[in-house]
């Protein structure tokens, strides 16, 4: 049972790259979200998708896009990379955005140069 | 003023010790608490969930939360090297306000147990 994977686990990108980072839950969960955690500043929502079909801003959403592919998957992308972007970003789920606790991966540390 | 306080410690403590993590909030609409531990170079994984004042158990760890002072504990009994990690208090506003279902964590607390 693998519950949350992301990939990639590492990523370099020079500054205005772009670039996708893939999540995927086997959990059959219905609520998907997208988290940078940075010294200092603790874990910030970037974008949730409460269920298949809905997105919506997180704290954090500037310069960034999501895709709710299906159930299992949500995708971050990053359309033009910037050195404040450097973090180590996080995918999670819940059975429903509600009361439930989420389910975390093991996340994404992306350095932009 | 933060939503959540949590002490980042250091905490530093010897093997086999009672450890007390706490956090304190200022919302009394946060009505679901949570526990995660982190270890170096992975996600935050759930520890313990809990919605009532009071006290819960699961194993070496028990969770405790007093609703009238807006405060909220984990305590870890036999402490051990392995649970050297970082543990993180969340919690979610409870149902009906704009921000019901949203995750508020804590800073962290970084906790080592020496052998």
């Known amino acids: 049972n693998a519950g949350v994977t992301q990939t990639p686990k590492f990523q370099v990108l020079k500054t205005g790259q772009s670039m996708t980072l893939q999540c995927a839950q086997d959990?059959?969960?219905?609520?998907m979200y997208w988290y940078r955690q940075d010294p200092g500043m603790g874990l910030r929502l970037i974008y949730y998708s409460a269920s298949e079909g809905t997105t919506d801003k997180g704290e954090v959403p500037n310069g960034y896009n999501v895709s709710r592919l299906n159930k299992r998957e949500f995708s971050l992308r990053l359309e033009s990379a910037a050195p404040s972007q450097t973090s180590v970003y996080f995918c999670?789920?819940?059975?429903?955005?509600?009361?439930?606790?989420?389910?975390f991966g093991d996340g994404t540390r992306l350095s932009i140069l | 003023q933060k939503e959540v306080e949590q002490d980042p410690g250091p905490l530093s403590v010897p093997e086999g010790a009672i450890v007390s993590l706490n956090c304190t909030y200022s919302n009394s609409a946060f009505q679901y608490f949570m526990w995660y531990r982190q270890y170096s170079r992975k996600g935050p994984e759930l520890l313990m969930y809990?919605?009532?004042?009071g006290n819960k158990e699961d194993g070496r760890f028990t969770a405790q939360v007093d609703k009238s002072s807006k405060y909220i504990s984990l305590f870890i009994r036999d402490s051990q090297p392995s649970d050297s990690a970082t543990y993180l208090c969340a919690m979610i506003l409870n149902a009906g306000g704009t921000s019901y279902g949203k995750l508020t964590f804590g800073q962290g607390t970084i906790l080592t147990v020496h052998p």
């Open positions: 999670a789920s819940s059975p429903w955005y509600s009361n439930q606790p989420q389910h």
């Open positions: 959990m059959n969960h219905n609520s």
């Open positions: 809990t919605y009532s004042s």
